[in-house]
T-cell receptor
Framework: NAGVTQTPKFQVLKTGQSMTLQCAQD?????MSWYRQDPGMGLRLIHY???????DQGEVPNGYNVSRSTTEDFPLRLLSAAPSQTSVYFC??????????????FGPGTRLTVT | EDKVVQSPLSLVVHEGDTVTLNCSYE??????LLWYKQEKKAPTFLFML????IEKKSGRLSSILDKKELFSILNITATQTGDSAVYLC????????????FGKGTKLSVKP
């Protein structure tokens, strides 16, 4: 199993450009999520999905869109990049557990710089 | 507002020392508390705790949860330079979904 994969690893955008960060997992996990990590801020939840066709907002959703057409893929779209979106982005997946949130498997991250 | 607070924010110790990292939380509908280790890349899972007073142990690392006082500690004994990392505490909340609230992390530096 490849686990959780993310592409690209690095990206530089100009203000106003749009792009899509790709995330895929091969563990048949129902739950997938996107976090951003900024210095001194920890990881913050952007959007999440509990299954194909179902998405919802996390703590910091503004400026980002997601969709979940398959169990495997969960792309994150930046609509009009802003310098405030410079960050490291992590995708994660987790099997659904009746007992509540469990271990999440993280991808290697995408370092995005917006100039 | 839900929050997870870790202390200290940074810590420098020498090899062989024992360290205790703290995590307190105020989260509605608490379900679980998780510890992760992050070394310049993706966080890697250490422990998940759901019940008070039951210690989880893996080698030199151990952790325990107190749901009455709303905190958890992560202990590392006989520290090694390879333990240098940021340790993240996260609290799972809500239903069967996987939403987590993360603390800001504790940066541990272990000197030879």
């Amino acid at each position: 199993n490849a686990g959780v994969t993310q592409t690209p690893k690095f990206q530089v955008l100009k203000t106003g450009q749009s792009m899509t960060l790709q995330c895929a997992q091969d563990m048949n996990h129902e739950y997938m999520s996107w976090y951003r990590q900024d210095p001194g801020m920890g990881l913050r939840l952007i959007h999440y999905s509990v299954g194909a066709g179902i998405t919802d907002q996390g703590e910091v959703p503004n400026g980002y869109n997601v969709s979940r057409s398959t169990t495997e893929d969960f792309p994150l779209r930046l609509l009009s990049a802003a310098p405030s979106q410079t960050s490291v982005y992590f995708c994660a997946s987790s099997p659904s557990l009746a007992g509540g949130p469990g271990e999440q498997y993280f991808g290697p991250g995408t370092r995005l710089t917006v100039t | 507002e839900d929050k997870v607070v870790q202390s200290p924010l940074s810590l420098v110790v020498h090899e062989g020392d024992t360290v205790t990292l703290n995590c307190s939380y105020e989260v509605t509908n608490f379900r679980s508390l998780l510890w992760y280790k992050q070394e310049k890349k993706a966080p890697t899972f250490l422990f998940m705790l759901t019940s008070s007073g039951i210690e989880k142990k893996s080698g030199r690392l151990s952790s325990i949860l107190d749901k009455k006082e709303l905190f958890s500690i992560l202990n590392i004994t006989a520290t090694q330079t390879g333990d240098s990392a940021v340790y993240l505490c996260a609290v799972g909340y809500g239903g069967s979904q996987g939403n987590l609230i993360f603390g800001k992390g504790t940066k541990l530096s272990v000197k030879p």
